[in-house]
Nanobody, 122 residues
Framework: EAQLAESGGGLVQVGGSLRLSCAAS????????IGWFRQAPGKEREGVSCISESEGSTYYAESVKGRFTISRDNAKNTVYLQMNSLKPEDTAVYYC???????????????WGQGTQVTVSS
């Protein structure tokens, strides 16, 4: 059974950093692009970042460009999202997702994790 498990969320002050991890199992990780999405209360889910299967290409939403960095370790079946200079508007539940090809659209992903809460306090 394909599974994705996020970890690393928590409470952090404005300007702080967190590193989210997305651990995959049950499918051929190397064949899948991984995306990070987030959803704040009362808002639609939005794409944050994604990384291709071979780490050849990455995408960042304008709102996080220059502050967030996505990377993957195929040997560990894990994708990371390093989040620096966090802002209150980054507060959301963060989800990772796996799909056949990088996509900014959540419809492009087959597998989803349960999410991890990130709260940035001012």
């Amino acid at each position: 059974e394909a599974q994705l498990a996020e970890s690393g969320g928590g409470l952090v002050q404005v300007g702080g950093s967190l590193r989210l991890s997305c651990a995959a199992s049950g499918f051929t990780f190397d064949d899948y692009a991984i995306g990070w999405f987030r959803q704040a209360p009362g808002k639609e889910r939005e794409g944050v970042s994604c990384i291709s299967e071979s780490e050849g290409s990455t995408y960042y939403a304008e709102s996080v460009k220059g502050r967030f960095t996505i990377s993957r370790d195929n040997a560990k079946n894990t994708v990371y999202l390093q989040m620096n200079s966090l802002k209150p508007e980054d507060t959301a539940v963060y989800y990772c997702a796996g799909g056949l090809g990088p996509s900014r659209d959540s419809n492009g992903y087959n597998y989803w994790g349960q999410g991890t809460q990130v709260t940035v306090s001012s």
